[in-house]
């Protein structure tokens, strides 16, 4: 859990992409709905849209290219580093296109929140609005979860349901689904930063209560 501070809580971000959950988080942060600030955004890919966005927000931000490093070790050390000067009371995976090591997510245990567009524990790792489709589910969505060792296996914080429709493609599907990740990660973060949500033993806790499997469910 955070400690409690005077000063508002530090975000540190990391994107690969577009980077619309980032500003999603910042105008949440920009609007004082929270008492919180992204200190700093950190993209693995270079000329990156999310990069842009946070310019256009303010926020510094750093390019840290992963192929400008032999190892995944040795990339997520130097990303540490990266992190680290910012202080962060909280590292937010917003689109990081990255199998993190086992250090570094060590290193954030109980601070460190991914989003993944399913309802996990179904349909970890890539294609997901594919998959759902495929398998003809009437119901997809997404997570914010705390991150644990576990690809994508870390305990649920808050799900957002979206039906599938009969002519859902891939796109359509997602645009769907990504109206909710704009929804339910300012909210998680928001649940952090005042110190609500914590991570104890691999289960995720709101207002000390243990959460559900699925964590909190938005149905829409
Ligand atoms: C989102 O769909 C998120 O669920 C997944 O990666 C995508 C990132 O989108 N983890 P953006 O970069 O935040 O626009």
């Known amino acids: 859990m955070r400690e409690e501070k005077a000063e508002p809580a530090r975000i540190v971000v990391l ?19 929270m008492d919180a600030e992204i200190v700093a955004v950190i993209s693995n890919r270079p000329g990156v849209p999310g990069l842009e966005r946070a310019q256009q927000f ?31 009371d909280l590292v937010v995976l917003a689109g990081f296109m990255r199998i993190l090591t086992s250090e570094f997510v060590r290193r954030y245990k109980g601070r460190l929140l991914n989003i993944h567009p399913s309802l996990l524990p ?14 003809g589910d009437k119901e997809h969505g997404v997570t914010v979860h705390f991150v644990s060792e576990d690809l994508d296996g870390g305990p649920n914080i808050i799900q957002a349901v979206v039906p599938v429709l009969d002519d859902d493609s891939e796109t359509t599907l997602q645009s769907r689904v990504q109206i909710q990740e704009h929804i339910i990660y300012p909210i998680a973060v928001k649940w952090f930063t005042e110190g609500r949500l914590t991570m104890l ?20």
């Open 15 to 33: 994107i690969s992409g577009s980077g619309s959950n980032m500003q999603a988080i910042a105008e949440a942060c920009q609007k004082q709905n």
């Open 58 to 88: 303010d926020i510094p931000n750093e390019v840290l290219d992963h192929t400008s490093f032999a190892t995944r070790e040795e990339f997520d050390i130097n990303l540490i580093r990266a992190i680290d000067e910012h202080s962060p």
């Open 122 to 135: 179904k349909y970890k790792g890539l294609h997901t609005h594919k998959r759902a489709l495929e398998a």
């Open 201 to 220: 033993k691999g289960d995720a806790y709101f207002d000390n209560q243990a959460l559900p499997e699925s964590g909190l469910q938005l149905n829409h």
